[in-house]
Structures are given as C-alpha cells and as structure tokens.
C-alpha cells in the first residue's frame, strides 16, 4: 500500500466539507452524507463547529482508493483560520483547491493557490456546485486563469449546469479537450512538442502520463468539475487523486523524523500530537527526542541547536477507514497520534530535525512555469495576526482561570500569542478578525465555562532598526551589578529575515551555556522594542563576552557571589540590547491590506473620497465597461470600517477584496505606542528595582 496526505482547501462555504463527505460515502467509509447546516458531517467534529456550520480546526480521516491510503485532511475555510491551514501545508503531498462555479474565485482562493504553488504542492481544482443556479463554469475557468493560474487543464465539459441533472463528460482523444491538454502540457515538455510537430499528433495516453508528470511536479493543475450535493463528477475527482497526486515518501526503516502539525487534550488534559512521519517508525514506549529543531548561531565559529525535550510514546493511534485506531506504531508517509509527550508543540520536529525523504524538489529556479524555490516546511506561509485585543472575565475571580484556559487554547494555536501585563493584571490575544474573537469567547464559555468580553480591537504593528547602534557593559563596572560582559551591536536587515543572532567573540571564550543565555533572551526581549511592538528585520552580533570562572571558598561549595550563572547574562542582556537598539533608533511599521474593489463605474466618485479619508495608497484605478476596478493599499486598522461602508457606497453591488501584503511606516499622527509587560529594561533603575532587587 502507497500513502497520501492530502489536503481539501477552499474559500468558506465553496463546498469543502461537502465534498469531504461526499469522497468518503463514494468509497464506501460512512453510509449516510452528513451535513453542514445540521452539524452531522464526520470531520466537524466541535460543537461550535456543528452550531456555526463551519470549519475551524483541521480534521484528520482516512480512506482507500485501491491500493493507495489516503490521510485527508479538512481544513478551514475562514481567512480568521488561516493559521490552522498553515500548520497543515507543510505535511501535504497533494492537495484539492476546491472552487464554487457559482461565486468563482474569492480572495482566501487566491492567497491559497499562491500558496500552494510557491510551496509546489500538487494541487488538483475541483469546480464545485455544477447543480447550482448560476454556476458558470466558463466564466469560472476564465477568472481562475487570470486570477490563480494559467496551467490549468480542463479534465470534463458539463451537461445540464445549473440544474439536479448536471453531469461531467470527459474529454477523449480527440476534440477541443485534447488540443487544450496538449497547449498546457508543451509549454512545459519540449519533447512533447518535437513528437507533436514531428507526427501532428500524441496519443491520449501518453498526454495522461505528461499530465501525471507535471500534476506531480506542480507545474500544471487539472480541473475537475462536479457538485458534492449530487455526487456528479466525483468518481472522475477520486481517479484523479489516486492517478495523478504523487504517493508520500520516506523509508519505514529510516532515522525517525516528523513533524506535529496539531496538538489537542484528551478527555483526561493529556497532550495528544498530531505528526506526520517523513521518515523511520515510532512505536510506543519508545523514547523521542523533540523541539524546534535547531538554533541560530551563525558566523564567528558559532554553532549551535535548538531546544530538544525528550518523552515517552505511550500510545499510538493511526486513520484507517473513517476512525482513529489504536496501534503499535506509525511509519514513514502516515499521519498519526501520539500520547505521553508533555512538552510536546505544534511546530516541533520528532526525531531527526529536517529528515524529509521525497520531499519535493520542485523546478529550477527560471524554468518555464518556476514559481520560485520550494519552501522549507518551517517557515510562516500567510500573514501572521495583524490585530489584538484585551480579554476581560466578566468575574474578577476568574482571572487565573482565564489564564490557564487562555494558555490551553495557544497550544492549539500558537499565533494567538497571549501577553500578560502583570501591573494591569491584563492578558491580550492576537487574532485574525472579528469572527475568531467570537470563537474564542464561545470556545472560553462552552469548554471552560467561563464568561469574558473584550476590549476594543487595535491594530498590531512592528519595529524596524533605521540605523545601527552598539552597547556593552563589562564585568567589575560599578554601574554592572552582574558578573558578566555583554557587548552587542544592532544593525537593520532586509525586510522578511527576522532576526538573526551573530558571533563575532570565539565560542570557546567562555561556557556555551552563557552564549545560549544570550541569545535567547536577546530574542525574547525584541519582542518588545522602544516603542513596544516586535522588532523584526534586524543582525543582533554579540562583540564582547566574559565572565567570572566557577570559583569557592577554601573548604566550601560553589559561592555564586564569585562566579557569574547564567541568570547574570540573562538579567544583563536586556539592559545592553534596549541601550544598543536607542542608539540605533528604531521606525514603527503599521500592517497595510491590499484590496481589490469591484464597483459600479457611476459608484467611483463616492469611492474615492472615503479610501482617501482611510489613508488608502493607490495602485490601480481602471474602468471596464460599467464596471470600475480598485487595487489599492489600506492599512488594517481601516479595513473594517470599508466593509462597513461599501454597501451604502456602491447600492449593494460592490465586491471587496482584501489580504495582508505589506508593512508600511506610520507617517501621520503620534508615533503608536504599546504597553511594555516585561521589567522595562528602557528604565535602568526600575529595571534594576526589579530584577536585580538592587540600583
């Protein structure tokens, strides 16, 4: 048997858990298809799920398409979801983007098809809703054409669309589908088109054996159409998936190495991990080594690693037809459950860090169709929060049960990002929009029983260096109450490095422990710069380091008094850093959406004065026919209020979208500022009062 991990994605209410249901009667795993709006479909398995009738956390089940086990993968469609599709697409080996043929293409379709093509996951189209009033599935080709991807490769015509009867009929050897197939293909298989001029002429099946090749290599992506209410189109989708998406990899005998891409409590507050294994078998009672993976360390002789923690599997549990069984182990190319490792983080790698057997290779950079280098599965895909907001009990007592509620729910989604400000006795949270605040606060009541509100909605910005600065603090100073030498220049980045950690001291000069010290607490204190927000896009280079040797009494133990710990370096640090990152100076960025606006064309003249009034950047402004078309720049904090306003602007009729692109400098106005939560190291003498309980 081969594996598949393969993921359904979609815009919210294209039809995904639909179709889910519908793959899973057609091959035979449940008898009765669930529904969506009476909250009875398999992979909605929440309550708030059932209420709401959407998605919100990526569901895992398995099924069999001949000798290939399918582990798919539903997963949110709500752009406030986003970061639950991300922690999916770096385990994916294929993936079905599914579109309505009656709305087409919308905005969470566009950023995930660019998605899924930067990362070269092989992505099967599945046009949707055939059946439906107003499905137009020209037009839709059209707008994904122009809107995702011009590789694409119709794989039916359909009969009878906009009605219950409205079947697929698929393209033969010969006709208009053939010749379309042939276009798409030879564009990216030069000897497809020598045969081609040579003979006037390529036999259908070796057209499907190109197709199988660059659908595997992401370069083209077959659309398939049908309804998931009907059934109709639905076979020709699951002979695509088993003909056309490319098995998992790995060896079952190799090093272990996998990555959890969720992490739930079990009806006991047990941590379960959901992992995909890229290599080697786990079996329970064996012992794992996990973490992050790796450290940053880089330049000067540095070196280094990330967290590791180490557990216990004491249970297994894999997908087969449907449900989550109980077994003895998991192997390479499976996605499955493990239990009795405490420490356990989404994110986390088990095993050997980076151990991905037949991972995708993808293009050479500048081939035809390059969309760029496959990414590592690492890395942040979408946007990351760009709004926050206070969450307040409604009963005072129940302050250290929010938190402890509030601290469960960020292991199942890390970019909630909560903030404690310990003097207000105030815990924040990072969000998407409005509709996850719901969730969270519906999630507080039904799971925790606890009642909470929040306060206004602010936008999330970010600190960027605008020059370079340098600070140190030796050992002996009488202004240095620590036993150590810290020295540290700041100097800015290209946008999107983050932060990187450099040595130019040797590592040998003094314990790795102390240098480890360093650099973690030189990333946690940027998540706070001078004016408050995260400092991003910036080289923090270590140039002096020393410390005081163990040293003791005569007859006597260690005497920490002598010897410098590692709670000197970390209590220092800050100190240097804040000094350094002054001189430097620093510029705040805001958040900025780039939206695409459709409107009627006589609606221009309302248009305009209401996007100036919200600080809006233009970038396209054109007419088609009655139509005018928008792309401009808006800031976040604004983008609300347009939604808000567009119906009275445009009689109903305007189209809106908008998606994260950009940071931006905060040009008019006072600079925003963010209430610090840590002991204020910008303040030398509160700082000292307490940390070091002495100026």
């Not at 539903?74 to 983007?97: C, M, Q």
């Not at 991905?356 to 895909?381: F, I, K, L, Q, W």
């Not at 909605?457 to 030796?474: F, K, L, M």
């Amino acid at each position: 048997m081969h594996a598949l991990n393969l993921g359904i994605l979609a815009h919210v209410d294209a039809g995904k858990t639909s179709l889910t249901e519908r793959l899973l009667h057609t091959v035979g795993i449940i008898d009765e298809i669930g529904s969506v709006d009476d909250g009875s479909t398999q992979t909605d398995s929440l309550a708030l799920e059932r209420q709401r009738g959407i998605t919100i956390k990526s569901a895992v089940v398995s099924f069999e398409i001949d000798d290939v086990t399918v582990d798919l993968i539903d997963t949110p469609g709500h752009p406030d979801f986003i970061a639950e599709v991300e922690r999916v697409l770096g385990v994916l080996d294929g993936a079905v983007l599914v579109v309505s043929a009656v709305e087409g293409v919308q905005a969470q379709t566009r950023v995930l098809m660019r998605t899924l093509r930067r990362l070269r996951i092989p992505t099967l189209i599945f046009v949707n809703k055939i059946d439906r009033r107003g499905a137009d599935t020209d037009r839709v080709l059209r707008s994904v054409s122009e809107r995702l991807t011009p590789a694409i490769v119709p794989m039916a015509l359909v009969d009878g669309l906009g009605t219950r009867d409205a079947r697929t009929i698929p393209h033969t050897g010969s006709g208009s589908g053939a010749t379309g197939m042939l276009d798409v293909l030879s564009a990216h298989d030069d000897e497809l088109l020598a045969s081609y001029v040579a003979d006037g002429t390529v036999p259908f099946g070796r057209l499907g054996a190109a197709l199988a090749e660059q659908t595997g290599r992401a370069r083209v992506h077959p659309v398939f159409f049908g309804s998931a209410m009907t059934g109709a189109g639905v076979d020709a989708l699951i002979s695509g998936i088993r003909e056309l998406l490319p098995a998992a990899g790995g060896r079952a005998d190799g090093p272990v190495s996998g990555t959890v891409f969720k992490v739930e409590r079990g009806p006991a507050g047990e941590k379960i991990a959901y992992v995909r294994m890229f290599s080697g078998t786990v079996r329970v009672r064996d012992a794992l080594t996990f973490g992050d993976g790796g450290g940053d360390f880089t330049g000067g002789g540095g070196g280094g690693g990330g967290v590791r923690r180490q557990g216990k599997v004491t249970g297994i549990s894999v997908f087969e037809r449907g449900a989550a069984r109980r077994e003895t182990s998991v192997s390479a190319g499976r996605i499955g459950t493990l239990r009795g490792l405490a420490g356990i983080r989404i994110g986390d790698t088990i095993g050997v860090p980076g151990e991905r057997s037949g991972e995708r290779t993808g293009e050479p950079v500048g081939s035809a169709g390059s969309v760029g280098p496959a990414e590592p599965a690492g890395r942040h895909y979408f946007s990351p929060p760009t709004l926050e907001t206070v969450v307040v009990p409604c009963r005072p007592a129940d302050k250290g049960a929010l938190h402890t509620a509030l601290t469960q729910l960020a292991e199942q989604d890390p970019l909630i990002d909560l903030r404690h400000d310990e003097t207000r006795q105030e815990i924040s949270v990072s969000l998407y929009g409005e509709v996850q605040k719901e969730v969270v606060q519906a999630t507080l009541a039904d799971e925790f029983g606890l009642d909470v509100g929040f306060r206004e909605t602010t936008t999330i910005c970010v600190e960027r260096p605008v020059g370079s600065g340098e600070a140190v603090e030796c050992n002996g100073e009488d202004a240095n109450p620590f036993l150590a030498t810290v020295g540290l220049r700041v100097d800015p980045a290209p946008v999107g490095l983050g932060v990187k950690f450099r040595l130019e001291v040797e590592l040998g000069g003094m314990p790795y422990a102390f240098f480890k010290a360093v650099e973690d607490t030189v990333k946690a204190v940027l998540g706070q710069g001078i004016h408050g927000w995260q400092v991003t896009d910036c080289t923090v280079t270590m140039t002096r380091s020393g410390y005081s040797p163990r040293q003791s009494h005569a007859h006597q133990g260690f005497d920490k008094s002598m010897s410098s710990t590692g709670a000197d370096f970390r209590g220092l640090t800050p100190l240097v850093l804040m000094d350094a990152l002054r001189r430097a100076g620093t510029q705040v960025y805001e958040p900025m959406h780039r939206i695409r606006l459709e409107a009627p064309a006589d609606t221009l003249g309302a248009l305009l004065p209401v996007l100036a009034g919200l600080r809006a950047v233009p970038r396209v402004t054109e007419t088609r026919g009655g139509t005018c078309v928008l792309e401009w720049s808006v800031p976040a904090a604004h983008v609300h209020a347009l939604e808000r306003q567009l119906p009275g602007l445009t009689r109903g009729e305007g189209e809106l979208e908008a998606a994260f692109d950009h940071y931006a400098p905060v040009g008019r106005g006072p600079v925003p500022e963010r209430p610090r939560t840590d002991h204020n190291p910008l303040n030398r003498k509160e700082y000292l009062l307490n940390v070091a309980r002495r100026v």
